[in-house]
Nanobody
Framework: QVQLVESGGGLVQAGGSLRLSCSAS????????MGWFRQAPGKEREFVAV????????YYADSVKGRFTISRDNAISTVYLQMNSLKPEDTAVYYC?????????????????WGQGTQVTVSS
């Protein structure tokens, strides 16, 4: 069972950048896909990005494509989300998550292990 801890959130002006990190513990990190999701106040949690076990495949929500980059370092059991050109509508709590069975998926329902979340606030 993977355990996840996010960090790197904060307050940034529109157009700025942040890098989120998700540190994982457990023996299966290097064999599992990892995803980032976000939840804005009053809205449902939504998919942001996913990366496969090796880092060779990635997939993004249309709303962040071209601005956000997901990556991973299996040597230190960490997945990252580099966020550039941030917009006020990117304001949310960001969660990293691992899917059941480690399968590469963008479906919220497939993700069963979650971190505690980190707040990202983008001011206009």
């Amino acid at each position: 069972q993977v355990q996840l801890v996010e960090s790197g959130g904060g307050l940034v002006q529109a157009g700025g950048s942040l890098r989120l990190s998700c540190s994982a513990s457990g023996p299966t990190f290097s064999s599992t896909a990892m995803g980032w999701f976000r939840q804005a106040p009053g809205k449902e949690r939504e998919f942001v990005a996913v990366i496969n076990w090796s880092g060779g495949s990635t997939y993004y929500a249309d709303s962040v494509k071209g601005r956000f980059t997901i990556s991973r370092d299996n040597a230190i059991s960490t997945v990252y989300l580099q966020m550039n050109s941030l917009k006020p509508e990117d304001t949310a709590v960001y969660y990293c998550a691992a899917p059941l069975g480690g399968y590469y998926s963008a479906r919220l329902a497939d993700f069963t292990t979650w971190g505690q979340g980190t707040q990202v606030t983008v001011s206009s």
